[in-house]
């Protein structure tokens, strides 16, 4: 079975810190893995995406996130925070076997503030 | 642009009321997904689609009904049966189920009053 825990609902930094979200993940199988931005009242919008290929993945925003096969991580991180980084992440992973093939399982979430 | 579109985005229902979520695709996509968010608990899969004319009941079904007779359209039917209905419902798209990944609508929120 597949899952996801995203350690921490809510997570402060300060403008220009750097921004870690925590991510882990379950899977029989080697697993695809995704990073969602919500912004209030909106969809989910792509980050970025681990596919098997590089294990460091950049995406948009100036994010990039790391699988781990050992520690079952993909933890996302951006170097310096931006006010227009306040929003809602979510960390999933897809399933690639069985009935449930397709299947994106998201984590709770995490809540990104950044103060000024 | 090709997207995927919700409407209503705000939706008031009476209690005892059902009432459907439209949720439209250009993308040319394959599946389709509705879920459900509430503060704190993410997204919980409600009913997908894989292709048209089928479908299959997610984590949390009950008091929910789709339909998927065209490519471009998955409707949600939210019955009086949903004991606690309001909430934020999200459409998603995915060329096929082999894809890595989902295009999100904008969403339509639903309130119980």
């Known amino acids: 079975a597949q899952s996801v825990t995203q350690l921490g609902s809510h997570v402060s930094v300060s403008e220009g810190a750097l921004v870690l979200l925590r991510c882990n993940y379950s899977?029989?199988?080697?697993?695809?893995l995704f990073w969602y931005v919500q912004y209030p009242n909106q969809g989910l919008q792509l980050l970025l995406k681990?596919?098997?290929?590089?294990?460091l993945v950049k995406g948009i925003n100036g994010f990039e996130a790391e699988f781990k096969k050992s520690e079952t991580s993909f933890h996302l991180t951006k170097p310096s925070a931006h006010m227009s980084d306040a929003a809602e992440y979510f960390c999933a992973v897809k399933t690639e076997r069985g009935s449930t093939l397709g299947r994106l399982y998201f984590g709770r979430g995490t809540q990104l503030t950044v103060w000024p | 642009d090709g997207g995927i579109t919700q409407s209503p985005k705000y939706l008031f229902r009476k209690e005892g009321q059902n009432v459907t979520l439209s949720c439209e695709q250009n993308?040319?996509?394959?599946?389709m997904y509705w879920y459900r968010q509430d503060p704190g608990q993410g997204l919980r899969l409600i009913y997908y689609s894989q292709i048209v004319n089928d479908f299959q009941k997610g984590d949390i079904a009950e008091g929910y009904s789709v339909s998927r007779e065209k490519k471009e359209s998955f409707p949600l039917t939210v019955t009086s049966a949903q004991k606690n209905p309001t909430a934020f419902y999200l459409c998603?798209?995915?060329?096929?189920?082999?894809?890595?990944?989902?295009?999100f609508g904008s969403g339509t929120r639903l309130t119980v009053v």
């Open positions: 993308l040319n996509h394959d599946a």
């Open positions: 681990y596919t098997s290929a590089a294990t």
């Open positions: 998603a798209s995915s060329i096929n189920r082999f894809n890595y990944g989902y295009t």
């Open positions: 899977s029989s199988v080697p697993p695809y």
